[in-house]
């Protein structure tokens, strides 16, 4: 190489480097954000890692504080009917959109109304499904759009009529379902209105460059409200699909969060980077769901025994290596409005071998001994952890007489399977989508037979069916009285799980690993944290 | 020369059409759809979804809309990366993966010449076993696992490279993910290079121009390289379209985007149209480097030309 050739290379380098510095001086957080998001639409996105992106470009009436519980957002306050169907929202008078436009009330009627139009073919519109008429709309048995109860009383003020009371409904709030939209821009841009560029939002953070399978930037937006607080002024959010690749990232410096880790780097972790990983309760439960609309797991004494002869102990600790905590109950610990003591049953406080001698006894009854075992297939969905518990669940069948197949399949393949009630035993799992027992509770509800003769069994894929439960939880929607509420909620879980509905394993719990350099992070139960708490410092 | 060109080219479109009908029919085959997640979607929302993709038409209806749509260059929507239409996810990644196969193309042909002519050079002498050891190693270490050793070794350890990532305009994020990328061709342009090298360095006029008095480098420079080619030149064409059509490891552990990552998030999440798209894509990369290697072999043979 000639000498000019390497001075041009030098100053180059010195160059990029100098660019590199004057660049460096905003303040950057570097997420970990996991998979790749489908959709930035607030009526198209469906999972966590979008709505930590939809989260910091939209805000809601009301948004999350640093434990993600409901505050002011862009209503500054409201007030509630006395029946407890009627909130009127007042909306603050500098909530402002990212183009500079004031956000009117007008807007979120807009969006609900796109929400539940069919033609939108919103996921989760259900989550919304307590606001007055949005069933019917959504289902198309309304087409005036006009009859649902959210209405716009001026500029500033939002008045959303609900079915009935539901003690739940601030926190549906909070959810991205009920984000305010710009109709103008989605009509002007299509399916291409999230578009860095077309993009518009009202929230901390406007989203300027999207990478697909790279990475999302957004800066600080000018127009929000509280936007010197800030102490974040730009979010690199990261795909990290691959975890083992990102813990890497994240220990050369180059990430500052991970919102996932592998299980079997937490001891790892824990010894080398003491405090950063964060385990944490997180509301959900994972567990085996029994196709009970067929021979044998219809009946309830094999259910049982199949349940019984699990020992959860083992599994958090030693076959995942995180911790999680042993599952019996359906609602998970630190759900709220679910004031009284948690399901446990007599069998839970026994010693393994009497609960292995008392399913043992159980299958035998049923005809089925280790000589001549049932044959039941579990499928799971093709994931390392959840192979490794499948494995270990079936060794403990074996000893009651249970030969297990197990059958993995990629995720669409499973869930397919789940839906069309073609399994005997399969892995499922359910987060929490809002802070209230219903949520997992309605999971075990009989179907809903369709206008064309076929039952709509929705994520019941076990076809667990009891009208005393059903009836519970129908008394318990229209009760306005929380504890009375909390109490039939209870009755209805001890109904399901006394018939063994399912099998629950564990209580999930979130893992992030949070670098000592940023503050603000603080670990709830929701597993939400939203940048506009955090700082960083260098 | 221009007719043997045009015969190929339109030789090409019925396997482009053949490709396009295989792979619609057995992805629609394949159990799964797009909207089979961890939670069932209420049939109605199931029922609108379906009829905007016209998922809810008859397969054959379905096929022709499809067909319609690519010969008009547009490739539909993604039913997952919902934000984005197929062909704008190809325009985006297309640019990068061609960027990287290049890249590791020409570091890995030039870096395998270089390590099979010196290995040829000192056959059964220490550099010989040293280098034969050494290329062997990326040819049986998975790809995904280099790439991981590399990061902790140049990443963490050393703070060297950047472990991932990418950001527009700066080199130094693809230094590794090239590298990984390249080493298995490299490695197998090594092994042709010196098979072929000691091939030649054994023959005659070789020896003649030994015996006439020629030094090793000018005898390697003016006599062995240009016959010891010929093997490897034919080995590029598949070489590059392996590069190409295999960057899928590489971009997902260091998290580049391109159209291998887009391929494999699209069939593990039945994604048709992204999954059709890629699919096409890859078969136009295939038939393209395959007819300019066969044409370039017209050129130097003009036996082929007749046949």
Known sequence: MKITQVLKAVATAGALALFMVSAASAVTLNLGNGSEPGSLDPHKANGDWENRIVGEYLEGLVAEDIQANPIPGQAESWTISDDGTVYTFKLRADAMWSDGKPVVAQNFVDAFQRLFDPKTAAEYAYLQFPIKNSTKIAG?????????GVKAVDDHTLEITLEASTPFFLQALTHYTAFPIRKDVIEKFGDQWTQPGNIVGNGPYKITEWVPGSYIKAVKSDTYYGKDKLKIDEIMFENTEDLTAALNRYRNGELDILTDFPADQYQFLKDNYPGQAHVAPFLGVYYYVMNQSKPPLNDVNIRKALSISVLRDVIGPDVLGTGEL????????????????????????????????????????AGYSPEKPLKLQLRYNTNENHQRIAVAISDMWKQIGVEVELFNAETPVHYDALNAGDFQVGRAGWLLDYNDPSNTLDLLKTGVKGTDGTVNWGNNYGRYSNPKFDDLLAQASKELDLTKRGGLLHQAEATAMDEFATIPIYWYVSKNVVSPKITGFEDNAKDINRVRWMSKSE | MITYALRRVLLAIPIVLL??????????????????GERALPVNVLRNLRAHYNLDQPLIVQFFIYLGGVLQGDFGPSMVMEDFTVSRLLAIGLPFTLTLGFSAFVIGTVAG????????????????????????????????????????????YLHWLPVGGYRPGQI????????????????????????????????????????KGLGPALIL????????????????????????????????????????????????????????????????????LNLIVDILYAYLDPKVRLR
């Open chain 1, 326 to 365: 042993p599952a019996y109950g359906w609602v998970p610990p630190g759900t709220g409005n679910f004031e009284g003591e948690a399901y446990l049953p007599a069998w839970s406080k026994e010693p393994y071998d009497q609960r292995v001698t008392e399913a043992k006894a159980l299958m035998a009854a």
């Open chain 2, 19 to 36: 490709t396009i009908t295989v792979c619609f029919f057995i992805l629609r085959l394949a159990p799964g759809g797009p909207f089979d």
């Open chain 2, 172 to 211: 130094i994020n693809l230094v590794m993910p090239v590298i990984i990328l390249s080493l298995p061709h490299g490695a197998r342009v090594a092994r042709l290079v010196r098979g072929s090298m000691i091939e030649v360095l054994g023959t005659n006029y070789i020896r003649t121009a030994r015996s």
């Open chain 2, 221 to 288: 420079t003016r006599h062995a390289i240009k016959p010891a080619l010929l093997p490897v030149v034919s080995y590029l064409g598949p070489g590059l379209s392996y590069l190409l059509t295999g960057s899928l490891v590489v971009e997902q552990v260091f998290a580049l985007p391109g159209i291998g990552k887009y391929f494999i998030t699209a069939a593990l999440n039945r994604d048709y149209g992204l999954v059709l798209g890629t699919t096409i894509l890859y078969v136009f990369i295939i038939l393209a």
């Open chain 1, 140 to 148: 198309g048995e309304i087409t005036d759009f006009s009859q649902l």
């Open chain 2, 113 to 156: 010449f270089i390590a099979g002519a010196l290995a040829a050079v000192n056959q059964n002498k220490w550099p010989d076993y040293l280098l034969v050891f050494v290329v062997l190693l990326p040819l049986i270490i998975p790809n995904f696992l280099m790439a991981n050793l590399a990061q902790l070794l140049f990443g963490v």
